[in-house]
Every structure is written in structure tokens, then in C-alpha cells.
């Protein structure tokens, strides 16, 4: 199930409003949960992603974090654990959280981090930046014949 909420900026002045949406999904778990204070540090990381297009191509981006399963194979028997996935949304100029749930997670499975374009960067657009980072260019000729 997805706790959808009224977005909350990341940031400092909002830790306590962030700690709550957190808490209220998490319950009474205290394994595979994510902490207010490292959402700053999944938006830092989505960002360093997001550096080859320009930052008015940022806004609207969707960003999902699920913490790592038990590595033990043993852990739990075996079973599946339930972690706390959290979905960041860029805005103009910061990032906010809009929902928080728990999510089955897998034993020996590492975290993930899916970060999700907005529909209006298209995959030229997208192409066109990733070349240009990569100091990359297509020949024109090539792209015919193909």
C-alpha cells in the first residue's frame, strides 16, 4: 500500500514534518527503514544523475529509493522482508517527498535507486545531452544508411 501525502520539502526546516510521514508508514519497524536525514543524500544522488541535462529539465522528475534486503540468505528464514520505499519529486528549485510505503523486499537484493524522467524530455533530447557530455557526435551519413 502507498501512503500518498501532501508533499514535504527536503530540507533542515522540514525534518520534523518528514520524520512523521516516515514514522506513519513505518509503524513499529525498525529494520530496512529509511531515515529522514539520508533524503537529502538520495536527492544529492539522483542529482549527480541528472548532471548532463540542464536543471529546467529536472522539474518533474520522479525519484523512488528501496533500501538493500538482508544479505543473509538465512535471514528470517528465508522470507522476503518488508522495507520502507520512499518517491522524491523534483520541483523548480528543490526536491519534496510524496509518498512512503512499505514494499517487499528481497533477500541478497541491493538497494535501488530508479530515477524517472518527466515526459518532456524526450529520448532525442536525453540523446542529444548524453552525447554532448560525452563529448560524442553521430555522424549524420551513419544514421541513413542504418
Not at 25 to 36: I, K, M, N, Q, W
Amino acid at each position: 500500500m502507498t501512503d500518498l501525502i501532501k508533499p514535504i520539502p527536503i530540507n533542515d526546516a522540514h525534518l520534523d514534518r518528514l520524520r512523521g510521514a516516515i514514522d506513519v508508514a513505518e509503524g513499529r519497524a525498525t529494520a530496512f527503514c529509511v531515515h529522514p536525514e539520508i533524503l537529502a543524500e538520495i536527492a544529492t544522488r539522483a542529482e549527480m544523475r541528472l548532471a548532463v541535462l540542464p536543471q529546467r529539465l529536472w522539474s518533474g522528475t520522479k525519484v523512488t529509493y528501496l533500501p538493500a534486503g538482508p544479505w543473509a540468505r538465512s535471514y528470517n528464514g528465508g522470507r522476503s522482508v518488508k522495507a520502507t520505499q520512499v518517491t522524491l519529486v523534483r520541483r523548480s528549485r528543490d526536491w519534496v517527498l510524496t509518498s512512503v510505503s512499505r514494499q517487499w523486499q528481497h533477500n541478497g537484493k541491493r538497494e535501488r535507486l530508479d530515477v524517472t524522467l518527466p515526459a518532456k524530455v524526450s529520448p532525442e533530447v536525453l540523446n542529444r545531452y548524453l552525447a554532448a557530455a560525452s563529448g560524442l557526435t553521430l555522424n549524420s551519413s551513419t544514421v541513413e544508411a542504418a
